[in-house]
Every structure is written in C-alpha cells, then in structure tokens.
C-alpha cells in the first residue's frame, strides 16, 4: 500500500477478522511540523490494547499521538500517550462482554466487565476528556458516544472532523475498505 496523500507512513495491513469473522483495524495519528500523520497499524493490534499502547507511545508529535480502534463497527477504543501518561476511551462498555480488546481496556482502567441487565444499557469508561487539549471536550465526546444509532466508523468519523483529519482519515479507512 502506498502512503496516503497528507500522510508519511502507512504500514501494509488490510482489515483483520477476529474469530466471529467481524472486521477490525487500528489507525495512529500525530501531529508533526504542523500537520497530521496517519498509519494504520498490523492486524495484531486490533486485540492487543498492550500492543496499541507500545506503538502509540513509539510515534512522535507535537500534542503526543493517539490510536483508534474499530472493532466490526461495534465498538471503538481510543489511546492516547501524551508526556508518558497513558489514557484510554472505550466507546461502548457493554463489549467487555464479548470483546477482548475491550475487556482489557476495563482491566486497565480497573472497571469489572458488565454482567446481567448491566448489558441492556450503553456507556463509555475511561477519559472522556482525552482530545480536550485538541478542541474537542469531555461534553463534545459524551454527546459523539450517546447517538446509540450510530456505529463505531461513523462516530470515529466525527472525531476526525471535529479534530481535523478527516480526508487523510476517510482516505485511509476508504483504502482499508478496499
């Protein structure tokens, strides 16, 4: 694959499959020399949220860099590393029941996962405040998580337009598509 136009790097790795055959894929984002640089992530990332962190972590940028994960359009989880401190979103806690990648996130966060009528309801965990720094605040993102008819691509898609990068975003995720 070749790298996206508005972007340095782009790491070969088309949508994986998990074992229920669902699609997931895990895109990086920074800021360098003022403009935003997108990748997408290898397969392996898309359930390991240990491995997300290492990579995001890795990255440079201005504002430190960020992941986000779409798990079959269910689910997303969000990673930002910014001056060593680690912060996480999930976009729906209710997939901890289902979902490896987000029964970790609540592991790391120290939330047990949902159980029971727990399930009947949808709620983000983690730090709904992680792109305040970038524009975006914790109200502006509770509003983006509480539209329970969208799904995951299309609420990621709106923090690429809120935050900025939704060509590079759209283009990347267009090519995943294939």
Do not use: H, K
């Amino acid at each position: 694959m070749e790298p996206v136009d508005g972007c340095d790097r782009v790491w070969d790795s088309p949508p994986v499959s998990d074992s229920s055959g669902t699609d997931a894929y895990a895109v990086i984002v920074f800021r360098q020399d003022a403009r935003w640089e997108l990748a997408v992530l290898p397969d392996a990332f898309t359930d390991d949220l240990d491995a997300v962190i290492s990579a995001v972590r890795q990255q440079p940028g201005e504002n430190g860099a960020f992941a986000l994960v779409d798990v079959a359009d269910e689910f997303f989880v969000a990673v930002r590393v910014s001056m060593g401190r680690v912060r996480v979103l999930l976009s729906d806690v209710t997939a901890a029941a289902s979902w490896e990648l987000a029964a970790q996130v609540l592991d790391f966060l120290d939330l047990d996962v949902p159980a029971g009528s727990d399930l009947d309801d949808v709620w983000p965990a983690g730090d709904l405040g992680i792109f305040d720094d970038l524009g975006l605040d914790a109200m502006e993102m509770g509003a983006i998580l509480s539209d329970l008819d969208a799904y995951a691509d299309e609420m990621l898609s709106g923090l690429a337009v809120r935050l900025g990068f939704s060509e590079p975003f759209e283009r990347v995720v267009d090519a995943l598509a294939g």
